[in-house]
C-alpha cells in the first residue's frame, strides 16, 4: 500500500510539472497569426490597408487606426523586431486563403504507379484487354508498372516475358516510354513505362472533355424543354383552303314542262 501510495503521488506531480511548464511556455502553439489585443508588444512596425509603409508606431495608434479604418490588426510578422503588422479585414483574407488552399490541393497531381500483371503465354484476346487498360492509365498520367509472371518450367525462359514486355512497350510508344528496362525479380519479371503526359495536363483535359459533355447535354435537354415544345404548338399553322359550295343561280329560267 505504501508503494501505490508512493508511486501515485510521483504521478501526480509529475503531472502538475508538467501543466506548469506548458503554462510557462505559453500553451499550444497556434498557426493563426495574432490580431489586434491578442498582439502584446510596446510598439509595431505598421503597414497600410493598401500596401502602404506608415512606419514604426505605438501599438495603442496602430489599434486606434485600425478601429477608425473599421479593420483589424494583424500581425504578418512575428519575428521580425519590431514586428509587422498590416491593417486588413480578417475575416476576408482567411476566406480567401482558404480558398487559394483548396485550389492548389484540388490542381495538385500525385503520381500514382498502376499495376499490370501478364503471362509470358498469354491469350491474344487477353493482351489486347489488358493493353487497353495500359493505354488508358498512360492517357491518364500514371505510371504503369508491369509484371510477367513466371511459373513452373516457365520460368526457365525468360526471353518469352522479355519479349511480350518489348511487344507491350513498342504497341504504347505512343503513349509512355521504358522507364525502368525490365529485371527479373525472383520469378518475375518487371518494367515500368512512365507517359509522355504529364499528369496536370491529363487532368485539365479530361475536366475540358467533361465540360465539354456538360455542356452539349444542357444543349440537347434546351431543345426538349416544355416551354420549346409549347411555343411549337402555338405557332401559327397554315390555313387550309376553303371548299366553296355551289351557288344555286335563282334567276334561271325554270323548264317548260310542256315543250
Known sequence: MFRLGWSHRNRRCASVRQAVAWCYLGGSISAEPRINDRIRVPEVRLVGPSGE??????????????????????????????PVCK????????????????????NQAHTVIKEMKLRPK???????????????????????????????????????????????????????FIESNPKQDGR??????????????????????QAARKAERQGVTAEETPEAQADEAQAPEAE???????????????????A
Open 87 to 106: 491593417l486588413m479585414d480578417y475575416g476576408k483574407f482567411k476566406y480567401e486563403s482558404a480558398m487559394k488552399a483548396r485550389e492548389a490541393r484540388k
Open 122 to 176: 498469354i491469350d491474344p484476346h487477353d493482351y489486347d484487354t489488358k493493353k487497353g487498360h495500359v493505354v488508358r492509365f498512360l492517357k491518364q498520367g500514371d505510371k504503369v508498372k508491369i509484371t510477367i509472371m513466371f511459373r513452373g518450367r516457365e520460368q526457365s525462359r525468360p526471353e518469352l516475358g522479355f519479349r511480350l514486355l518489348q511487344r507491350l512497350a513498342s504497341d504504347v510508344e505512343e503513349l509512355g
Open 53 to 82: 509603409q506608415v512606419g514604426i508606431v505605438p501599438l495603442a495608434k496602430a489599434l486606434e487606426l485600425a478601429q477608425e479604418y473599421d479593420l483589424d490588426l494583424v500581425e504578418v510578422a512575428a519575428t521580425a523586431r519590431p
Open 188 to 209: 518475375n519479371m518487371i518494367m515500368v513505362l512512365g507517359p509522355h503526359k504529364k499528369k496536370t495536363e491529363a487532368m485539365a483535359e479530361a475536366r475540358e472533355a
Open 240 to 258: 387550309a383552303p376553303v371548299a366553296e359550295a355551289p351557288v344555286a343561280e335563282a334567276d334561271a329560267p325554270a323548264e317548260n314542262p310542256e
